[in-house]
């Protein structure tokens, strides 16, 4: 599966584990991730350089959507399949999304959630969700400008917060 907008400068492509450049795109680009700011400013574990290939392809619920300009691969979406419990359908939460900075503001990041639009579509899915920090203004803006909005059921019972519990120190 493959999307290219017209005009558009960038091939936007579904991750396929079985194409050797395609796996080595999403570490190179998930570790620049991991040591921007908006990351956490480390780099992935050795372990998560050696397993992540082999664990998102054994998860038929995951998947991930790269940019390229030309042969250098500039974006990454890694999605997962959820589920909407009162919805009764799958939903796909966006769980990492990263560009190159010499790529920003070029609407790599719209291009591919349309390829992950179209594929959450195509699975039944009724929503897409993501979580952003409050710092990350561009983010903000992209995921706004795109039609992401703060979640709330009862506008009275307030915003819905993303909270995390650490069960290991190897995250």
Same mark, same amino acid.
């Given at each position: 599966?493959? !999307?290219?907008?017209?005009?558009?400068?960038?091939?936007?492509?579904?991750?396929?584990?079985?194409?050797?450049?395609?796996?080595?795109?999403?570490?190179?680009?998930?570790?620049? !991730?991991?040591?921007?700011?908006?990351?956490?400013?480390?780099?992935?574990?050795?372990? /998560?350089?050696?397993?992540?290939?082999?664990?998102?392809?054994?998860?038929?619920?995951?998947?991930?959507?790269?940019?390229?300009?030309?042969?250098?691969?500039?974006?990454?979406?890694?999605?997962?399949?959820?589920?909407?419990?009162?919805?009764?359908?799958?939903?796909?939460? %966006?769980?990492?999304?990263? %560009?190159?900075?010499?790529?920003?503001?070029?609407?790599?990041?719209?291009?591919?959630?349309?390829?992950?639009?179209?594929?959450?579509?195509?699975?039944?899915?009724?929503?897409?969700?993501?979580?952003?920090?409050?710092?990350?203004?561009?983010?903000?803006?992209?995921?706004?400008?795109?039609?992401?909005? /703060? !979640?709330?059921?009862?506008?009275?019972?307030?915003?819905?917060?993303?909270?995390?519990?650490?069960?290991?120190?190897?995250?």
């Amino acid at each position: 599966m493959s !999307y290219s907008a017209s005009a558009s400068p960038w091939r936007i492509v579904l991750l396929d584990y079985r194409i050797t450049s395609h796996g080595a795109a999403l570490l190179a680009l998930l570790d620049a !991730y991991a040591r921007d700011a908006a990351g956490g400013a480390r780099p992935l574990s050795d372990y /998560a350089k050696t397993h992540l290939l082999n664990e998102l392809a054994a998860r038929p619920q995951v998947f991930c959507v790269l940019a390229f300009d030309g042969e250098q691969a500039v974006g990454l979406v890694n999605c997962m399949e959820g589920f909407s419990t009162f919805a009764c359908r799958p939903l796909v939460n %966006v769980h990492d999304l990263f %560009v190159l900075a010499s790529h920003r503001g070029l609407q790599v990041a719209e291009q591919m959630l349309t390829l992950v639009e179209q594929i959450a579509r195509e699975r039944g899915a009724c929503k897409l969700t993501l979580e952003v920090l409050q710092g990350n203004s561009p983010a903000r803006r992209l995921y706004e400008r795109v039609g992401f909005a /703060a !979640y709330a059921l009862d506008p009275a019972m307030g915003q819905a917060q993303f909270l995390q519990k650490w069960l290991t120190d190897e995250c």
